[in-house]
Structure formats: structure tokens, C-alpha cells
């Protein structure tokens, strides 16, 4: 799916999930406070997660034609990258 949007499409969509990750970073950032990772870190991961989700999932085979379950599957994947990255944190913190 995402593969067939042009270069601009592209461009808007990545740029609208880092923008929404930010704000949704800072907001994460203040609950979590020391045991978090920092706002422009959590924004990577949060965006990695969102199109590395979408693109493994077309790697394995399942289109995903409609919009609403692209956002789905990239919200999933944002937030079980984010928790990964966060109980690693926590556990070599603890270590």
C-alpha cells in the first residue's frame, strides 16, 4: 500500500506521523519522567515503529488496502516498539 504512493504522498505521510509522535512524545515524556527515553528519541521509535510495522507486514504478504488498517497496524507497531524499548531500558536499569 504504501509502496504506491508517489514520492510527495510519501513525503506528507511521514512528515504527519512525526509531527503526531512528537506531540504525543512530549506528553509521554512528562508521565514518564527519568525511567522514559526523552521526547526526540521516543519520536524515532514511535515513527520507526508506525512504517517499519506497515512495511513488515506487506513483506509477509497481507495488503492492507484500506487506510484504516494501515493505521492500525502502525499505531500497533509504534507502541510495541516503544514498550520494547522501554522494558529494555527498565531492565538495564535495574541490572
Same mark, same amino acid.
Request: aromatic share 12%; no cysteine.
Given at each position: 500500500?504504501?509502496?504506491?504512493?508517489?514520492?510527495?504522498?510519501?513525503?506528507?505521510?511521514?512528515?504527519?506521523?512525526?509531527?503526531?509522535?512528537?506531540?504525543?512524545?512530549?506528553? #509521554? =515524556?512528562v508521565i514518564i519522567g527519568r525511567d522514559g $527515553? *526523552?521526547?526526540?528519541?521516543?519520536? @524515532?521509535? %514511535?515513527?520507526?515503529?508506525?512504517?517499519?510495522?506497515?512495511?513488515?507486514?506487506?513483506?509477509?504478504?497481507?495488503? #492492507? =488496502?484500506?487506510?484504516?488498517?494501515?493505521?492500525? $497496524? *502502525?499505531?500497533?507497531?509504534?507502541? @510495541?516498539? %516503544?514498550?520494547?524499548?522501554?522494558?529494555?531500558?527498565?531492565?538495564?536499569?535495574?541490572?
Amino acid at each position: 500500500m504504501i509502496w504506491n504512493l508517489s514520492v510527495w504522498w510519501i513525503f506528507m505521510a511521514v512528515s504527519v506521523v512525526t509531527i503526531l509522535s512528537f506531540i504525543l512524545s512530549i506528553g #509521554l =515524556s512528562v508521565i514518564i519522567g527519568r525511567d522514559g $527515553v *526523552g521526547p526526540t528519541p521516543m519520536t @524515532v521509535i %514511535l515513527t520507526g515503529g508506525f512504517f517499519g510495522s506497515i512495511y513488515l507486514l506487506n513483506l509477509y504478504g497481507v495488503r #492492507l =488496502s484500506d487506510l484504516q488498517e494501515a493505521s492500525f $497496524v *502502525g499505531l500497533a507497531g509504534a507502541f @510495541v516498539a %516503544l514498550v520494547t524499548v522501554l522494558l529494555l531500558k527498565s531492565a538495564l536499569n535495574r541490572a
